[in-house]
């Protein structure tokens, strides 16, 4: 039933995204295929990362609880700085970060820890109470609570494929739990 609510959420999730304006899903008035391959490259990383830090989290002698989470998040965060640094002169020759403005700085890094400090903490604090075939799919809610807060904070308007999109998400995570 999880693979089937997977389904469903993705179906969800294709409603919740889906633009009806075709400038949107072109770039330059072509079809962007470095745009999807590199989308579902991060897809494949993303789920061996997932895979790797459920691993990490259920393994016996790590300290089980928020706790213990904190320090598998904490040290993947550092391990991920020294590792994106050290990549820093072969990937961006022309030290492009160091030019970005303060303003940006702040605001990657206060998303940043949200995302992998806070984020990562909830999740693998789900994989103590659930299995990776339900965490994962419901975490991948995100274009549901994305489309509810850009109608709460920035009043964009609510479509028929948003309200689609949204009962399908629903539907599906509920689908993973039916046994």
């Known amino acids: 039933m999880a693979v089937a609510g997977t389904i469903v959420i993705l179906s969800g999730i294709w409603f919740l995204s889906h633009k009806t ?3 949107e899903m072109h770039f330059h008035g072509k079809f962007e295929f470095n ?3 590199f989308s579902l490259a991060t897809a494949v990383v993303w789920s061996i990362s997932l895979t790797l830090m459920d ?3 259920t393994m016996p002698g790590v300290v089980s609880g928020l706790e213990g989470n904190y320090a598998i ?3 993947r965060i550092v391990g991920m700085t020294i590792g994106m640094l050290a990549l820093a002169p072969l990937l961006d020759r022309r030290h492009e970060f160091l030019k970005v ?3 940006t700085v702040v605001l990657l890094c206060v998303g940043g820890l949200v995302a992998n400090g806070l984020g990562w903490l909830l999740m693998n604090y789900s994989f103590l109470n659930i299995s990776e075939s339900q965490a994962v799919p419901i975490s991948s809610t995100t274009p549901l609570f ?3 807060a850009g109608f709460a904070f920035f009043r964009e308007k609510i479509k028929g494929n948003n309200i689609l999109g ?3 998400v629903v539907a599906g995570v509920v ?3 039916i046994v």
Request: a positive charge; glycine letters at 4%.
């Open 166 to 168: 949204a009962i399908l």
């Open 101 to 103: 403005k303060l303003r």
């Open 146 to 148: 994305s489309a509810l």
């Open 35 to 37: 745009g999807v391959v």
């Open 73 to 75: 998040v904490t040290v």
């Open 55 to 57: 691993f990490a989290v």
């Open 21 to 23: 304006v075709s400038s």
């Open 175 to 177: 689908m993973i739990f």
